[in-house]
């Protein structure tokens, strides 16, 4: 299929390009990579009279330290995020997700910013976003706004920016110390978004107790989710004292409503998400006992 008509505008700023979102309003869409929604307007599962392509912006694509914490441009690709020696350093999560989206193909179009504004429940970027505890940067004509990512996604494929803001950058907090970082997910193919997935972070102090815990959650819920409740089971206990299993538990029993689809039912999600959560416990809390 082909998508409905629309005008195309390539910006020359990012002022620009908010000043374009501002008097187009709900009739238009930011492309970025265009992964995602150049085949949904394929499909005609979305549409809109004007898209303002940002893709060329070199003010949007970067990757440095700033006050403590690795941005990131909003126009930097996939590709670029995964072969980055600083983003493996700094917010080693971030590289090791990286590999998980799609193909490389779509990495090497892709963006960060358009996938976090995305805001797929199954999406890599942002559920890592959640679980560090990122900042999206967004600017307007009235200015720039910095918005928690636990702000940040709203619902499906739904965020926090407004119809005249744009995505600029995403801050990562750079841990240290005793840290160790996972991923784990389960697709039916390698490339398909995940029917379940999680992503941790932790931090053990000179005892060997949890002082700080990060656990998302892919494809359990209508945005990207954070289990709140097992990180709050965990936080100051010895790390060996706490099993797998019970971390995995307590990441599902947290979740208010499961999705269901053809690729599983609640109860099956519920089941390999607590197995991901499981698996990327092991393996993050192993790293950071040998760090």
């Keep these: 299929m082909k998508p409905a008509p629309f005008e195309y505008h390539r910006p020359d700023s990012t002022a620009e390009a908010a000043q374009m979102l501002a008097e187009f309003g709900e009739d238009a869409k930011v492309l970025a990579g265009g992964q995602s929604l150049v085949p949904m307007l394929a499909l005609r599962l979305a549409f809109f009279d004007h898209l303002v392509d940002i893709s060329r912006l070199d003010e949007l694509k970067g990757i440095e330290r700033r006050n403590g914490a690795l941005w990131i441009g909003a126009g930097t690709t996939d590709a670029a995020v995964g072969a980055s020696s600083e983003v493996e350093s700094a917010v080693p999560l971030l590289t090791r997700v990286t590999p998980y989206i799609g193909h490389f193909q779509i990495r090497n179009k892709g963006t960060l910013g358009g996938s976090v504004a995305h805001a797929d429940p199954a999406g890599e970027y942002p559920t890592v976003a959640l679980t560090l505890d990122a900042q999206m940067e967004a600017v307007s004509p009235n200015g720039t706004r910095r918005i928690p990512a636990s702000e940040f996604f709203q619902g499906l494929w739904e965020t926090a920016l407004e119809p005249d803001e744009v995505l600029t950058g995403v801050s990562f907090p ?22 379940a997935g999680a992503t941790i972070a932790v931090e053990l102090d000179g005892d060997d107790r949890l002082s700080r815990c990060g656990i998302g959650l892919l494809g359990l819920g209508s945005t990207p989710v954070r289990a709140a409740q097992a990180e709050q089971g965990v936080i100051g206990r010895p790390v060996s004292e706490i099993t797998p299993e019970e971390v995995g538990k307590l990441a599902m029993s947290g979740l208010d409503e499961i999705p269901a689809d053809l690729q599983g039912s609640a109860a099956y999600r519920s089941r390999v998400g607590a197995a991901m959560v499981a698996r990327a416990w092991t393996s993050a809390t192993t790293e950071a006992i040998n760090a």
Excluded: L, M, P, Y
């Design 174 to 195: 750079v841990w240290s110390g005793r840290c160790g970082f996972a991923v784990e997910e389960f697709a039916r193919r390698h490339g398909d978004f995940a029917i």
